[in-house]
């Protein structure tokens, strides 16, 4: 079946790649102008331009190195400065070679995976299997050796299914041929599976090679600018949204393949409908003439479907838990924002301190007055107050950013008036953005929690409140990401696409840049992160640190004296059992991350790795059954609404129990307790 499938792909495989040749040049055209025109800092069209977009195109195409060959790689290196060429004559059948090559080798892969299942595999240990995150790792010298990478993938695979059936391992290994016989089939046709996904999504082989080169080409300008087809930008859109159009369905991929629902939105049409349930497995999706089967694909094309805004009624066919099939048509809603989407908490007992966590600058990009994050923040903080709080904590982490309107509107309310950021554009022109309005909204001390993943718009906030000594820092250096970024279409009149492009850099009040180096915070705390190069200064081809004058100068705060909180909050981190295992936990994830393991596969060998792997996890989340900390309580206005709901009275109160065992919390408070009561 999967042979007969592949051949039927292949014969529109000439077809595609002609008609889409015609749109990648529009596209690649498009796309060119737009950077000229628009990006912050666009790079020349040269030889240099040619060999780092032809270098990001390869790796992001074969991300691990498990389809070309070295040989196809010698032949692809004759565009390796030719690219500019290519961009100034309008040539743009060089792609062809790339859609071919890509197809013949995940053909091939399948046909070596169809043929394992007749093959005696060895688990001797005379094959060795390495992990590594060494870039440097090369090309198969030929398919030979693509074939024992399959080979050795799927008896690694095999053997884990194995040794999860049984806990026992004595077990394992007296069952272990009955073991694989019963399992072997089953583990090849998920990797075949794995591939066809390749093969079967949206646009097929040649979208996902014409998409690649069209983000190699942008991403060569800074890592924050990308290509958007028309549902990513949607689903870009959707994530800085307080709502949106939605069937209200969530899915995943089961251990089975098969894509199955994961959660009903409350509220949503196919929650209103009642025939949906967690679980149902989807077997296709039809909008109008538009059927998407549901057979080898990823997830992700499930999401771009049911985002595409050309699909407003869709046709769900669903098997239930009971082998019966249903087709359920829905049609999309507007799902209702929330009163609040964010919640203040009352932190401690004697002294308390509010809390509220921003999990995004989101906005709402289609109202008039655009009600997002700062008018849920202001709501929850007049909550608070009326609680007679002594403080504010602040918590930014894992906010990857959102609306740089709302975060400077978000920063307005805690100084009395100046400047909260200055802009540079690609003309190197400045405009220094001020508080929007006089006064300040919340007076008392407020301490902001940030991590190795606040960026862009959470950074934006957390270093205008440093400049001004408005707020005291704590945890760890943020991000870098001090870039803006529009979506645009590539074309105003034809389908070509969009771009999210960097057009502005940010700066803080003092002309500092944050780019790279990131926020440092006033009081360092240990993470898990720690040293990891996740970061904006470690991606390829990120914007440089720089300065700028500022020509409007901002009137901070007096000065804080950290001395004495730091020393304070040193003290308690070096004694404190749970803050050990974060870097515990920090040291044993770098040496498994950055390390170059290999290991001989034999039952015996991966059985040991594996239970060791596994060792090393459990020990860093044994930081999970942190016992409570703190009291953390609702505030009046939320535990008058939870009365008039049941379902939401039990996830209010694992929220509360998670909070108060957050150690990062907890230290937060007594830092802030030191900072009021010095003594």
Same mark, same amino acid.
């Given at each position: 079946?999967?042979?007969?499938?592949?051949?039927?792909?292949?014969?529109?495989?000439?077809?595609?790649?002609?008609?889409?040749?015609?749109?990648?040049?529009?596209?690649?055209?498009?796309?060119?102008?737009?950077?000229?025109?628009?990006?912050?800092?666009?790079?020349?069209?040269?030889?240099?331009?040619?060999?780092?977009?032809?270098?990001?195109?390869?790796?992001?195409?074969?991300?691990?190195?498990?389809?070309?060959?070295?040989?196809?790689?010698?032949?692809?290196?004759?565009?390796?400065?030719?690219?500019?060429?290519?961009?100034?004559?309008?040539?743009?059948?060089?792609?062809?070679?790339?859609?071919?090559?890509?197809?013949?080798?995940?053909?091939?892969?399948?046909?070596?995976?169809?043929?394992?299942?007749?093959?005696?595999?060895?688990?001797?240990?005379?094959?060795?299997?390495?992990?590594?995150?060494?870039?440097?790792?090369?090309?198969?010298?030929?398919?030979?050796?693509?074939?024992?990478?399959?080979?050795?993938?799927?008896?690694?695979?095999?053997?884990?299914?194995?040794?999860?059936?049984?806990?026992?391992?004595?077990?394992?290994?007296?069952?272990?041929?009955?073991?694989?016989?019963?399992?072997?089939?089953?583990?090849?046709?998920?990797?075949?599976?794995?591939?066809?996904?390749?093969?079967?999504?949206?646009?097929?082989?040649?979208?996902?090679?014409?998409?690649?080169?069209?983000?190699?080409?942008?991403?060569?300008?800074?890592?924050?600018?990308?290509?958007?087809?028309?549902?990513?930008?949607?689903?870009?859109?959707?994530?800085?949204?307080?709502?949106?159009?939605?069937?209200?369905?969530?899915?995943?991929?089961?251990?089975?393949?098969?894509?199955?629902?994961?959660?009903?939105?409350?509220?949503?049409?196919?929650?209103?409908?009642?025939?949906? $349930?967690?679980?149902?497995?989807?077997?296709?999706?039809?909008? !109008?003439?538009? @059927?998407?089967? &549901?057979?080898?694909? =990823? /997830? +992700?094309?499930?999401?771009?479907?049911?985002?595409?805004?050309?699909?407003?009624?869709?046709?769900?066919?669903?098997?239930?838990?009971?082998?019966?099939?249903?087709?359920?048509?829905?049609?999309?809603?507007?799902?209702?924002?929330?009163?609040?989407?964010?919640?203040?908490?009352?932190?401690?007992?004697?002294?308390?301190?509010?809390?509220?966590?921003?999990?995004?600058?989101?906005?709402?990009?289609?109202?008039?007055?655009?009600?997002?994050?700062?008018?849920?923040?202001?709501?929850?903080?007049?909550?608070?107050?009326?609680?007679?709080?002594?403080?504010?904590?602040?918590?930014?982490?894992?906010?990857?950013?959102?609306?740089?309107? $709302?975060?400077?509107?978000?920063?307005?309310?805690?100084?009395? !008036?100046?400047? @909260?950021?200055? &802009?540079?554009?690609? =003309? /190197? +022109?400045?405009?220094?953005?001020?508080?929007?309005?006089?006064?300040?909204?919340?007076?008392?001390?407020?301490?902001?929690?940030?991590?190795?993943?606040?960026?862009?718009?959470?950074?934006?906030?957390?270093?205008?409140?440093?400049?001004?000594?408005?707020?005291?820092?704590?945890?760890?250096?943020?991000?870098?990401?001090?870039?803006?970024?529009?979506?645009?279409?590539?074309?105003?009149?034809?389908?070509?696409?969009?771009?999210?492009?960097?057009?502005?850099?940010?700066?803080?009040?003092?002309?500092?840049?944050?780019?790279?180096?990131?926020?440092?915070?006033?009081?360092?705390?240990?993470?898990?992160?720690?040293?990891?190069?996740?970061?904006?200064?470690?991606?390829?081809?990120?914007?440089?640190?720089?300065?700028?004058?500022?020509?409007?100068?901002?009137?901070?705060?007096?000065?804080?004296?950290?001395?004495?909180?730091?020393?304070?909050?040193?003290?308690?981190?070096?004694?404190?059992?749970?803050?050990?295992?974060?870097?515990?936990?920090?040291?044993?994830?770098?040496?498994?991350?950055?390390?170059?393991?290999?290991?001989?596969?034999?039952?015996?060998?991966?059985?040991?790795?594996?239970?060791?792997?596994?060792?090393?996890?459990?020990?860093?989340?044994?930081?999970?059954?942190?016992?409570?900390?703190?009291?953390?309580?609702?505030?009046?206005?939320?535990?008058?609404?939870?009365?008039?709901?049941?379902?939401?009275?039990?996830?209010?109160?694992?929220?509360?129990?998670?909070?108060?065992?957050?150690?990062?919390?907890?230290?937060?408070?007594?830092?802030?307790?030191?900072?009021?009561?010095?003594?």
């Amino acid at each position: 079946m999967f042979k007969n499938l592949l051949y039927s792909f292949l014969l529109c495989i000439p077809i595609l790649t002609n008609a889409q040749d015609h749109v990648f040049c529009n596209q690649l055209t498009a796309l060119d102008s737009l950077i000229k025109v628009a990006h912050y800092k666009p790079k020349a069209i040269n030889d240099s331009l040619s060999k780092h977009v032809f270098k990001l195109f390869i790796e992001n195409l074969d991300t691990d190195k498990r389809y070309f060959t070295q040989k196809d790689i010698a032949k692809f290196k004759t565009d390796a400065f030719q690219i500019d060429d290519y961009l100034e004559n309008k040539n743009c059948d060089f792609i062809t070679k790339y859609i071919q090559v890509l197809t013949l080798r995940i053909e091939q892969s399948i046909e070596y995976l169809e043929n394992l299942k007749q093959q005696e595999l060895d688990y001797s240990g005379k094959d060795i299997l390495n992990f590594t995150q060494n870039k440097d790792v090369r090309f198969y010298k030929n398919e030979e050796d693509s074939k024992k990478y399959w080979s050795k993938k799927v008896r690694y695979l095999l053997i884990l299914d194995i040794i999860d059936q049984d806990s026992i391992f004595e077990n394992v290994k007296a069952n272990f041929k009955t073991f694989e016989n019963l399992n072997k089939e089953k583990i090849i046709d998920n990797q075949i599976c794995l591939l066809y996904e390749i093969l079967n999504q949206e646009g097929g082989i040649s979208n996902l090679v014409t998409e690649n080169f069209l983000n190699a080409f942008i991403q060569y300008q800074d890592p924050n600018s990308t290509y958007f087809n028309e549902t990513e930008k949607t689903v870009f859109e959707n994530s800085l949204a307080i709502q949106q159009e939605t069937f209200g369905i969530l899915t995943k991929k089961n251990k089975n393949g098969e894509i199955v629902i994961s959660h009903i939105i409350p509220g949503s049409s196919a929650f209103k409908n009642g025939a949906f $349930e967690e679980d149902d497995v989807i077997k296709s999706l039809t909008s !109008k003439d538009n @059927v998407l089967q &549901i057979h080898c694909i =990823k /997830n +992700e094309d499930i999401i771009r479907f049911l985002n595409n805004s050309h699909n407003k009624t869709v046709t769900f066919k669903i098997k239930k838990s009971n082998g019966s099939i249903l087709d359920i048509e829905l049609n999309k809603t507007v799902l209702k924002v929330e009163e609040n989407s964010i919640t203040g908490y009352i932190i401690g007992e004697d002294v308390t301190f509010g809390y509220i966590k921003i999990p995004s600058f989101y906005t709402n990009l289609e109202s008039y007055n655009k009600r997002g994050l700062t008018t849920d923040f202001a709501k929850e903080l007049y909550k608070l107050q009326k609680e007679n709080i002594k403080g504010l904590i602040i918590d930014l982490r894992f906010n990857g950013g959102g609306s740089m309107q $709302e975060a400077i509107e978000l920063s307005g309310m805690f100084i009395n !008036k100046g400047p @909260v950021s200055i &802009i540079r554009d690609n =003309k /190197n +022109e400045q405009f220094t953005f001020r508080d929007p309005s006089r006064g300040t909204f919340f007076n008392k001390p407020i301490i902001i929690l940030i991590n190795n993943y606040s960026a862009s718009a959470s950074e934006f906030f957390a270093s205008t409140l440093q400049d001004y000594n408005r707020a005291i820092l704590v945890g760890s250096t943020t991000h870098g990401k001090s870039s803006a970024q529009v979506i645009l279409p590539l074309s105003e009149k034809n389908n070509l696409g969009f771009c999210k492009i960097t057009v502005e850099a940010f700066y803080r009040v003092t002309g500092k840049s944050l780019q790279a180096n990131g926020v440092i915070p006033d009081i360092q705390l240990p993470s898990i992160y720690d040293d990891f190069k996740f970061n904006e200064k470690d991606k390829p081809y990120a914007l440089p640190n720089d300065t700028i004058l500022a020509t409007l100068k901002h009137v901070p705060l007096p000065k804080i004296n950290f001395s004495n909180l730091i020393t304070k909050s040193n003290a308690r981190v070096n004694k404190s059992a749970d803050f050990a295992l974060v870097k515990t936990a920090n040291k044993k994830l770098l040496e498994n991350y950055y390390s170059e393991d290999s290991l001989a596969l034999t039952l015996d060998n991966v059985y040991k790795h594996e239970q060791d792997y596994k060792t090393m996890w459990q020990s860093i989340f044994d930081n999970k059954k942190t016992e409570t900390k703190i009291a953390v309580s609702n505030t009046l206005s939320t535990t008058e609404l939870l009365s008039y709901n049941e379902n939401e009275k039990t996830n209010n109160q694992m929220l509360l129990g998670s909070l108060s065992k957050d150690i990062y919390i907890h230290e937060a408070y007594l830092i802030l307790s030191n900072f009021i009561n010095p003594n």
